[in-house]
């Protein structure tokens, strides 16, 4: 496998249709799902000539550490339904080579074991929509694990219209139906290892759940849902939360610089993968304009769409500072098994990064500037100055 567009086909393949499509699928008609991926591919990066770059270093600085690669991995709810293990083996992965991992309020591993593997590389993912005694032990649990770095999500507003997962009937606990059967049946070996290692669920919520009924996966979502939440909200988590605060999924630049003026340290540009809302434009069209806004010192992080080194070098040329993916990672465990899968996206995504940079005559990734973004020239107005 040498790329993730060979991963993902191999995942869907492996997958039984309504676990793929839960991770694969976007909301609504799914147009900012497919956007997120036209827009990178409309980005070319113009190569610089004869600068030196035999040796590259891949390696940046975000808030005050030191990463060995620009890339991390978002956060991710119910990972592990990609492959039993995937959340483990992508945190492993992720501090094994240096680089963040991102975990989810929603995720298939509690806090506490992603934070015994990989206490340094963990960043805690939070949704705020839920009661705030709620919100307030998850910090605990994060801060008492050691964890410093939140990832504050604000897109989720209100559940998506996955249209997807609404077809397939996906529900949490799974509902059986003839059809769930069939499609469990004729993907056998996703089937066997998650009867094995149990059908996946919300382990941060795993207490609450065995006093409870189970949760339910739309239960779950409607009781994170934010639409409640407000500025007044990130005021008192700036002021709760003394380490790394990062707001992710912010579009719209007057946002991101009322955030950064409330001394949040980083705000990720992203529509969430394209999986909430259809009309959206994608997070990498957006981002020039929330640079300018928040100005050059600014951390800027981005996802939504990135399948590439090339992507990854196409977002740093146009303003972002670092690059998280999301499906990438899942579609690598689907396709070759967590640990395996896990280990593959990397390589895989450090070799592109590597080729791009060498061949676009960038030797660090502070080379990694505007000026490579090609302007295409007007065609009634033939611009030769378009790259001075
Ligand atoms: C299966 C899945 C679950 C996700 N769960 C969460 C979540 O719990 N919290 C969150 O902030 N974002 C979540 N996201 C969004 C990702 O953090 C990220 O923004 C998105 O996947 C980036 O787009 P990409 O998948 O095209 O790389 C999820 C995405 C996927 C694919």
Not at 16 to 32: C, K, M, N, Q, V
Not at 144 to 157: F, I
Not at 213 to 236: F, K, N, R, T, Y
Request: net charge neutral; charged share 20%.
């Amino acid at each position: 496998m040498h790329s993730i567009a060979q991963l993902r086909l191999r995942a869907k393949a492996r997958l039984p249709r309504l676990a793929f499509d839960f991770i694969d699928g976007g909301a609504g008609s799914e147009e900012s799902l497919r956007r997120n991926q036209s827009a990178f591919e409309n980005l070319a990066l113009v190569p610089r000539v004869l600068r030196p770059c035999r040796e590259r270093d891949l390696s940046t600085r975000l808030l005050g550490r030191h990463y060995a690669m620009p890339f991390g991995v978002s956060p991710m709810g119910l990972c592990n339904l990609a492959w039993p293990g995937t959340d483990r083996a992508l945190a492993a992965a992720a501090a094994g080579a240096n680089i963040p991992y991102g975990l989810s309020t929603m995720a298939s591993t509690s806090i506490e074991d992603i934070a015994r593997l990989a206490p340094e590389h963990t960043w805690f993912q939070i949704y705020l929509g839920g009661d705030a005694a709620t919100a307030d032990q998850l910090l605990h649990r994060a801060e008492a694990a050691g964890l410093r770095t939140l990832v504050l999500t604000v897109d989720a507003n209100f559940p998506a219209r996955r249209l997807r997962d609404r077809a397939n009937g996906f529900a949490l606990p799974l509902r059986p139906s003839p059809a769930l059967l069939a499609d469990l049946l004729s993907h056998p070996s996703w089937s066997w290892a998650i009867w094995r290692a149990g059908v996946p669920t919300f382990e941060n919520f795993r207490a609450a759940q065995a006093q409870q009924e189970p949760i339910a996966i739309g239960a779950m979502l409607q009781s994170l849902a934010q639409a409640q939440i407000d500025w007044g909200v990130l005021e008192q988590i700036r002021q709760r939360w003394r380490h790394t605060l990062i707001v992710k999924g912010v579009m719209h630049p007057q946002d991101a610089v009322r955030i950064a003026a409330l001394g949040v340290d980083g705000i990720v540009v992203s529509n969430h993968g394209g999986r909430q809302l259809a009309a959206v434009p994608s997070a990498i069209e957006m981002l020039p304009a929330v640079r300018q806004a928040v100005g050059p010192h600014f951390s800027l992080l981005l996802d939504s769409g990135v399948r590439s080194g090339d992507d990854i070098a196409r977002a740093l040329a146009a303003g972002a500072n670092f690059v998280l993916l999301g499906r990438s990672f899942l579609y690598a465990t689907a396709a070759l098994g967590a640990q395996r899968g896990a280990e593959a996206a990397l390589d895989i995504l450090r070799g592109e990064l590597d080729t791009a940079m060498a061949q676009l005559g960038a030797s660090c990734i502070a080379d990694l500037q505007p000026e490579l973004i090609f302007q295409a020239a007007s065609a009634s107005q033939p611009s030769p100055g378009a790259f001075s």
